[in-house]
Structures are given as structure tokens and as C-alpha cells.
């Protein structure tokens, strides 16, 4: 499974663009990259999930460059409510998208300032 | 409503004593797994089952056991627990083989303490 590796933490402010950047050098060709969200003490939320070039959904946008050895989650416009921990797993999905053992990771911890 | 329960919510129990966190999910997912979450070490797999009858294991499962005898149950059981299974449980489902997404749907999660 490839390892991830994102910033422990992260700042920004209310209302600009936050982009939380995931380093899975030893990406296999059959991986899907997944980002999830975490407020304190609740069961991490879905976000998005992408295999290549950009995936946009109506709370973020996912860009995986053509080597895919990285992936960038955007938030758009934060507010305080993103505050919380943002995770990337990056897992494998072969013929009939069997999941298996996921890594998680200890994800990035961002913080929105008013 | 779609969802992942977990009971108990919270547990105070003594090294050693077996207890059993119950995990149950409505939405017919076939993929379930368990995961502990601890201060600075993120979220770590215990066990994951593919399917009914069908469990592995993840990254940390010393300790643990896990049967899915039902496709929406899946008990996580600690037989002899100890101090350092102190920690902050969730369970997850998802669609699975077919569903080729990595949704996965958490429960609210069980704060376990044993002294």
C-alpha cells in the first residue's frame, strides 16, 4: 500500500483558499486517492476521491498532476467550520473494487482564523 | 436514516474483563471495518471484513477479535483488554466490491478506557 505523507498542520484565514497537498510517491497504477474529514471527536466524513487530473465537487476540488506521486485537496473560501483534520488515503481499487486494508495516516490538522 | 451505529458510546471497564462493541449498519454494505484513533498516531485499520464470513486483518488487530456472521453486524471483541486498548473506536461501512468507492461511513464512535 503506498505510504502518504501530508504537513502535520496547517493556518489559514476565514474566506481564502486552502490547498492541503499529499505526497504517495510509490503510487501503483490501480490506486485511488480519497481525502476525508475529521472534527474532533466524530467519525471522519468523506470528501472527494479522484484517480487522475481534477475532480471537483460541491465542497472541494482534488488535483492529481500526471506522475500522480502527489494530490492537492482545495477548499475554496474556508470559513471556521472547516477547522478540523483532513486525511489522504490512498488505496487500492481492483476489478470489482475490493477495498481491503486502508491506511490513513495522521492527516493535517487545519486551522481557519477568523 | 443511513447510518453506522456503535455501542456503547462510552466505556469504563477493568483490565482483563472481555467486552464486546457492537457496530450495525442499514445501508447493505458489505465492506466493514474498525479503526482506533489515538493522540498523534491518526487513525489506525484493526480488522476489516470484505464480507459475511469474511474478515482480515488491518494494521494494529493484536487484542482484538471480530466476527460478521450478518452482513450489518460486525462486534468488535476485546478478551482480555488492557490499559493500552484505551482509545477511541469508530466503525465503518461502505458499498464494497462493486461499488468502486472509497466512501466509507463511520459510526459516532466508542471512548473505551480500561484501568
Redesign the interface.
Known sequence: LAKTTQPISMDSYEGQEVNITCSHNNIATNDYITWYQQFPSQGPRFIIQGYKTKVTNEVASLFIPADRKSSTLSLPRVSLSDTAVYYCLVAPSPYGGSQGNLIFGKGTKLSVKP | EAQ?TQNPRYLITVTGKKLTVTCSQNMNHE?M?W?RQDP??????IY?S?NVEVT????VPEGYKVSRKEKRNFPLILESPSPNQTS?Y?C?S????????????????TRLTVT
Open positions: 453506522v465492506y471495518s479503526y498523534g498516531l491518526g487513525l489506525r485499520q476489516y470484505m482480515d486483518k488491518g494494521d477511541l469508530f465503518a461502505s458499498l464494497g466490491a462493486g461499488g468502486f468507492s472509497y466512501e466509507q461511513y463511520f459510526g459516532p464512535g
